[in-house]
């Protein structure tokens, strides 16, 4: 067996270790070479999967390859993140995550998969408020009255969500946190079964993600009585928002893109300057703003802290809250 010599073998060897890198780095160069794959756990036609696509359509004419939103519907959202979780980390598969994501890090015992561990945030998307929406019959016009008539009436207002751990549900267990009232939480299966009954009074209150009640709030058949981002909605300008009474509130619906973990930075850099050059384009925006939702700038950093954030916020709610998947 011929030996070679050591600075030879170790010259040869070192060549060797960087050729993975340097195969990362091509791919990177020629990236997209083919279509991208953008992953959600939503169905078509909601307010994820809208700005999934107008998101996807902007990057997609940009790249010169197809970026298609594939819906993968299941275990609240999970499906998807797994899905993406498993994926090669090459930029061709991508996930639209929400603000479920960061919920179910701490709601769910068994995920087979990790936020922090299996995915690198690319860029957030959009914020929407929820609304805190109450039927006309509850005797109270803005945050405070309803924080009075609650505490004067424990367990007697009804409080509906979209499910057990949703937004919808967290939000209003932060509320119920926060001020001390206590409310009867109703998950239903659909936004639109809850709204109905929202809408009938079978239910009281609601806090709502704005794109859903928003027309409803405009014809005066529910009472909006404060939105739940930090700052007011211009798709509300009237209506305050609720830490204007409760100092330190919030709770918006957002969404961003994240790729499996390992994705090259070059990669990465490139979807995150796409995104956000869609979120700034007029159109977008325009039609963004029409349903009550801002853009959320930022780099791949800002997102990733960002992120870290929210799975710490909804953590501490959900384990306060003592609340459990079903």
């Given at each position: ?39 959600l756990g939503f169905a078509a036609g ?9 998101i996807a359509q902007h990057v997609s ?92 009436n424990p367990g007697k207002l009804n ?168």
């Amino acid at each position: 067996m011929m030996k070679l010599p050591r600075r030879k073998f170790l010259h040869i060897a070192a060549g060797a270790a960087t050729l993975p890198a340097f195969a990362r780095m091509a791919a990177a160069q020629a990236y997209p070479s083919r279509p991208v794959r953008l992953i959600l756990g939503f169905a078509a036609g909601g307010s994820a999967d809208i700005v999934a696509r107008l998101i996807a359509q902007h990057v997609s004419d940009k790249i010169g390859q197809p970026v298609i939103v594939e819906n993968r519907t299941g275990a609240s959202s999970n499906l998807a993140g797994e899905a993406v979780a498993r994926s090669a980390p090459d930029g061709y598969t991508l996930f639209f995550m929400t603000t479920v994501n960061a919920i179910n890090a701490t709601f769910f015992d068994n995920l087979k998969f990790d936020l922090k561990r299996d995915f690198t945030p690319i860029s957030g998307v959009t914020r929407v408020p929820n609304v805190l929406n109450v039927n006309p019959s509850v005797p109270a016009n803005n945050v405070a009255e309803f924080i009075a008539y609650a505490k004067a009436n424990p367990g007697k207002l009804n409080m509906a969500s979209t499910g057990n751990g949703t937004s919808i549900h967290l939000a209003g267990e932060l509320f119920q946190a926060m001020t001390g009232t206590k409310l009867v939480h109703v998950p239903y299966r659909s936004p639109p079964q809850a709204m109905t009954d929202l809408l009938s009074g079978q239910v009281q209150v609601m806090f709502d993600v704005m794109t859903q009640g928003l027309q409803h709030i405009k014809e005066g058949r529910l009472r909006a009585l404060g939105v739940t981002t930090a700052t007011r909605s211009d798709a509300l300008p009237g209506v305050p928002t609720v830490a204007e009474t409760v100092p330190g509130y919030e709770a918006s619906s957002w969404s961003g893109v994240c790729a499996p973990m390992g994705t090259p930075a070059e990669v990465v850099d490139m979807l995150n300057k796409q995104i956000q050059a869609a979120m700034a384009d007029p159109a977008i925006k325009a039609r963004l703003t029409s349903f009550g939702s801002t853009a959320i700038a930022g780099s791949p950093a800002e997102f990733a802290a960002f992120l870290a954030e929210e799975t710490d916020k909804w953590g501490k709610v959900v384990r306060a809250a003592n609340i459990k998947a079903e």
